[in-house]
């Protein structure tokens, strides 16, 4: 008899955001042993690192500096480790957030500002279409799919400079709500989306389990209670 497959180790960034639980029994239904932790040796030995976000952008990154993520973080996708942010992880991802007239250094991974939607309704909260790119593997069966969002504010241009031919240019989903505006990214080991997939019931739960199918099960490390 063979033996059963290894579940993908997922570590959740424990460092002060909210509503986190629902993301780690979400990427338990998908198939993943998750833990949520700020540890450096879980941080960076995980298959998988999630990072959640809700609320503004200024606080989502100092809460990202308190802990050492920022490091962390930057260590795992320079070694192509896979990481997912979500919501506010996908916006801190880019160069820079401006809420109230304050602008916010992010993580410099994408170009781009965060800046309030030119919507009639905010925040845009509800369920809504994407347009994925042919050949997504995040969206993959599920391209028609309506996401759970909950946002004022996102990222409503792009304009990467691709100027290393050998590199896969990043695959970009957008949605409209008043305006275009990116609900996800994925460029090598790293991957976000604009939207809640823990939210998004058995969409979002596909979305996971195309995600955690990307990520090398490396069995490094194992779940442990402090």
């Not at 792009?158 to 949605?175: A, G, K, L, R, Y």
């Given at each position: ?147 759970y969002f909950v946002h004022s504010y996102g990222v409503q241009s792009w304009d990467f ?34 939207f809640h997939p823990e939210k998004s019931g058995e969409a979002g739960l596909k979305l ?19």
């Amino acid at each position: 008899m063979a033996e059963p497959q290894q579940k993908p180790l997922v570590v959740v960034l424990d460092y002060g955001a909210g509503n986190v639980r629902s993301a780690v029994r979400a990427l338990e239904e998908a198939g993943a042993e998750v833990l949520l932790s700020r540890r450096e040796a879980d941080v960076l030995g995980a298959d998988g690192l999630v990072v959640p976000g809700v609320g503004a952008f200024q606080a989502v990154m100092d809460g990202l500096k308190q802990a050492d993520a920022i490091r962390m973080i930057g260590r795992r996708v320079a070694g192509g480790r896979p990481v997912l942010g979500i919501c506010v992880g996908l916006q801190v991802m880019f160069e820079h957030g401006v809420e109230h007239g304050i602008d916010t250094e992010g993580l410099g991974e994408w170009p781009g500002t965060v800046e309030k939607l030119q919507a009639d309704v905010v925040p845009h909260m509800g369920w809504n279409t994407v347009r994925p790119p042919v050949g997504s593997r995040l969206f993959a069966g599920i391209e028609e799919e309506r996401f759970y969002f909950v946002h004022s504010y996102g990222v409503q241009s792009w304009d990467f400079d691709q100027n290393i031919e050998s590199m896969v240019p990043p695959q970009v989903t957008w949605s409209h709500h008043g305006t275009d505006f990116i609900a996800a990214v994925e460029n090598g080991p790293l991957s976000a989306t604009q939207f809640h997939p823990e939210k998004s019931g058995e969409a979002g739960l596909k979305l996971l389990r195309n995600w955690l199918n990307t990520l090398p099960v490396t069995g490094r490390i194992s779940v442990q209670e402090d």
